[in-house]
């Protein structure tokens, strides 16, 4: 079957870095996804990887693994409006989105 | 309208009723997507739609209908609502589906009693 793995929930401090990690294991892969869903709001998307590395967008980096079936997604400069829940997703063989549970993180002054 | 609409944000509806939930995008986007929201569960996909005209099952299809009649419009129907279907639903779509970004919808927040 298919399969995203992420944690439930973290815990940052206002000003400090986070990573949020990424398992995955699906039927063919063409590209992960980071999104941002804030409460009661709409996922909106964060960032794309497709091949291995990092790709850097400002605070936000977000990095591939296809071999390990890994990604994380790095925040940096904490800030009270980064609370949210994190949405990983894999596009499979069919290019459909499968996705995780998502990492609500909680970010205290 | 400016991007992706939902109708409508929010209905309690009773058990056996019927209803369908409007999704409207202004992007010409060819790809949509109905998916449903529930917690500690990822989005789960309902229907797709790759282009007007075409519709497909996704995860968990049972209980749903959709149509696709023009580009802008996907809606979503519970032919027969039932209590395990109270869910946040969003609407989402792809220009190209094998390539490009979904965004999604505001949503809609639905409880069958």
Redesign the interface.
Known sequence: GQN?DQPTEMTATEGAIVQINCTYQTSGF?GL?WYQQHAG?????LS?NVLDGLEEKGRFSSFLSRSKGYSYLLLKELQMKDSASY?C?VRDSN????????TKLIIKP | IAGITQAPTSQILAAGRRMTLRCTQDMRHNAMYWYRQDLGLGLRLIHYSNTAGTTGKGEVPDGYSVSRANTDDFPLTLASAVPSQTSVYFCATAKDREVDTQYFGPGTRLTVL
Do not use: R
Not at chain 1, 41 to 45: G, H, I, K, N
Not at chain 1, 95 to 102: D, E, P, R
């Open positions: 995203i063409n996804f709001e709409a996922p909106t998307f794309y949405l997703a290019y459909q989105l499968i996705w995780g549970a998502g």
